[in-house]
């Protein structure tokens, strides 16, 4: 799905709103797009410790084309991403693949900006994603939810986050939803399938639920478990509002 600069800047402001650690390492689930206008990328950029975060105005008017390791390798960040196409700088299937040794548990942040939703093996990604990050490193989660019709594999209930986090010990730094998208109207994707006609021409509009972890020991994975059909007794409350990731 790709990331905006805004959410970019709000996720890692909400894991280290002092700024970025020395030797600050990020891998990303798929080789991300982003998007924004030129005074969302300064603000980016500024945040990263560019030296001159105004030269990377130029990159508002690149919203097709720029891809993130263009972006952070510009600002000096160790930056990896996992994808099957070209544009990786680690080329793996994550239906398969595990952390490679030499990068195990070194990350402080790994994204999943709309990644796991086209795998097959959501063991497996959740469990990559776990492996790679170091003790005191953060998981960003921006995936589907609600609509997205076609989109994809896999919609995310927000319970699926929460039994994640208690089953890993996780701490929840962030939770909450994206904004509402416009779906689209289903036509002749599934007109010769049973009661079609109790959706055709419906639109489903669409909703990304985003969450943000950190990392607090070092054991080994453990999926969630849902003991309840309906609700959650891992409920979480946060002493205050949290300020969206949009701002």
């Keep these: 799905m790709g990331t905006t600069a805004v959410v970019t800047l709000g996720a890692l402001k909400h894991i280290h709103p002092n700024g970025l650690p020395a030797g600050f390492r990020l891998l990303e689930l798929g080789s991300q797009n982003i998007s924004g206008t030129a005074a969302e990328f300064v603000a980016l950029a500024g945040y990263l410790g560019h030296r001159r975060p105004d030269d990377l105005a130029v990159y508002g008017q690149r919203n097709n084309d720029l891809y993130c390791k263009e972006l952070f390798g510009a600002c000096g960040i160790s930056y990896e991403s996992i994808d099957l196409d070209a544009g990786a700088t680690l080329r793996l299937d994550l239906n398969t693949k595990r ?48 609509g997205y019709m076609w989109h994809c594999l896999f919609k995310y209930d927000p319970k699926f986050f929460l039994a994640l986090a208690e089953a890993n010990g996780y701490e929840i730094l962030y939770a909450g939803f ?10 002749g994707e599934c007109d010769t399938w ?8 419906q639109r489903f509009d669409s909703h990304l639920v985003e969450f943000i ?27 205050g509002r949290i300020t969206p990731l949009r701002g």
């Design 99 to 146: 952390v490679p040794w030499r990068l195990r548990r070194s990350f402080d942040v790994v994204t999943n900006f709309g990644t796991t939703e086209h795998v097959f093996n959501q063991m497996n990604c959740f469990q990559f994603i776990h492996d790679a990050t170091k003790v005191g490193g953060a998981m960003v989660h921006v995936v589907p939810s609600i």
């Design 194 to 201: 049973a009661n079609q006609h109790l959706i055709q021409g």
């Design 178 to 187: 994206g904004p509402t998208e416009p779906g689209r109207v289903l036509s």
């Design 213 to 239: 972890f950190r990392k607090v020991a070092h054991a080994p994975f453990r999926p969630g478990i849902d003991l309840l059909c309906d609700g959650y007794s891992g409920r979480k409350r946060f002493d």
